[in-house]
């Protein structure tokens, strides 16, 4: 028995901000963002939160799935920017949607975040421990861009992407992954300081920063390896593979795994042109738009692939069902 992905769903917040847009903010162009990364817009929440967001993409997934919300034994929100530390996105999202019987929990693990939920849920559903999961990548990133830093507020969006898991046959084929602390450093958001009556630490930046060649360089090693780790486990070649879904990050790194993975661009679907990097939402929202667009068959090879702070990384293979 495996685990198989039944049904997606995605939310974006409304406001689209161009390129053009950002020039008004910060000193950038749209040239330089086009040319540096592909983005061209990302949508930015106004009204929006990752609880709303998050809600909208797992009312979508359930549906496409065809399940009721009482038959999920576990739901997993991948974020990095929750509303709040308790309680968590996945509690909300469960009252909302009424998902009585389900555990609920969040996972921090960067952009990774949504793929490192679908291995987790595939681990309680391939062991017999519960029958269906709901797995959602959701940010509200701009919340935590410093707007007057323009080597990252450019790069990133808010959005939601879900994805039901469900016991089957056929599905999910192998997982791969990992983490390196020790080059964390490279991509950090700092949170409130410890402060008590007995300590008092300085303020941490609340806003991202990034080594952003160093982060590109991990990046372009990276997901040309967990994509050839997928493949070498499992006997397949990369001709065997329809599509390959990776974090959208960035264009550039994008082709440089495609040169690497000596495989043809047009399998490596991207929309980070309209939405930049949305995180932990990335691949899910990326999936929901596959699964959408009618271009996958029933037994598909597919290859997901993120990298992101922690550093982390992870990969999954699967047949489509
Ligand atoms: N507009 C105009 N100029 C800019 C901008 C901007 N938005 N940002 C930086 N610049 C300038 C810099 O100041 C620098 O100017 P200088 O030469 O006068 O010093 C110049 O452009 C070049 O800057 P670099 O940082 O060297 O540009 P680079 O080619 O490395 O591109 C980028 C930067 C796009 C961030 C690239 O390094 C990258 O994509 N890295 C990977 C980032 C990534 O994938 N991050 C997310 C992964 S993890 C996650 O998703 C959470």
Redesign the pocket.
């Known amino acids: 028995m495996t685990s198989a992905i039944l049904g997606t769903g995605k939310c974006l917040p409304k406001k689209i901000v161009t390129n053009d847009d950002l020039s008004q903010i ?4 749209d040239a ?2 086009r040319e ?2 592909g983005i061209q817009t990302r949508h930015l929440a106004t009204s929006e939160t990752t609880e709303t967001l998050s809600i909208e993409a797992a009312k979508q997934a359930l549906e496409a799935a065809q399940i009721a919300p009482e038959n999920l034994g576990l739901i997993i929100v991948a974020t990095l920017t929750p509303d709040g530390s308790m309680p968590n996105t996945a509690c909300k999202v469960q009252a909302a949607i009424g998902a009585k019987n389900a555990m609920c929990y969040e996972i921090n693990a ?2 990774s975040g949504f793929i490192y939920g679908l291995q987790t849920a595939h681990a309680f559903i391939s062991s017999g421990i519960l029958s269906y999961a709901l797995i959602i990548g959701a940010e509200t990133l701009s919340k935590i861009m410093d707007w007057k830093d ?3 507020c ?3 969006g808010d959005g939601a992407g879900a994805a039901v898991l469900g016991a089957s046959e056929k599905g999910i084929i192998c997982l791969d992954g990992g983490a390196d602390g020790s080059k964390g450093g490279v ?1 950090t958001c700092g949170n409130a300081p410890l402060c008590n009556p007995y300590t008092k630490h300085p303020a941490s930046n609340p806003y ?1 920063e ?1 080594d ?2 160093e ?2 360089k991990f ?1 372009v090693r990276k997901i040309p390896a967990i994509v050839n780790n997928l493949l070498e486990k499992t006997d397949h070649t990369i001709d065997d593979l329809s599509c390959i879904l990776l ?1 959208q ?2 264009q ?2 994008i082709q440089s795994a495609a040169k690497r993975l000596h495989a043809d661009l047009d399998i490596f679907p991207m929309n980070l042109d309209k939405y930049g ?1 949305t ?1 932990a939402a ?1 691949v899910a929202i990326l999936l929901d738009e596959v699964a959408r667009s009618g271009k996958l068959s029933k037994g598909d090879l597919i290859a997901l692939a993120g ?3 922690g550093l982390t990384w992870a990969g999954l293979l699967l047949e489509w069902v």
Do not use: E
């Open positions: 910060v000193d950038t162009n330089w963002i540096r990364t960067a952009c323009r080597s990252t450019v790069l990133f991509l991202v990034m952003g060649q982060v590109f990046a974090h990050a960035n550039r790194i990097n995180s990335s990298f992101g702070g």
